[in-house]
């Protein structure tokens, strides 16, 4: 099965080389991630059409600049 998406998160957050401000902006959107699409889930399983599902319904709505800060958050943890 391999990593869950919560514990790949979590070890994400819990790198040293970001600052207080954007763990807490990251974890924010991972959280919201991570309850779209279930943070038990494989993420080998993890679909772009999950993750695109998860987006839309969570801020498809917002303003632009929102929405690329949640996006740009979603991008990095999934380099």
Known sequence: MGR??????????????RDA?????????????????????SLASLTAEQVSQACTVAWGDAASRTWNRHVAAIRSFSR
Do not use: I
Request: proline share 0%; with cysteine; aromatic share 6%.
């Open 4 to 17: 869950a998406v919560g514990e790949a998160v979590a070890g994400f957050l819990a790198r040293d080389d």
């Open 21 to 41: 401000a954007t763990v807490r902006s990251y974890g924010q959107t991972l959280s919201r991630l991570c309850r779209a699409v279930r943070a038990g889930l």
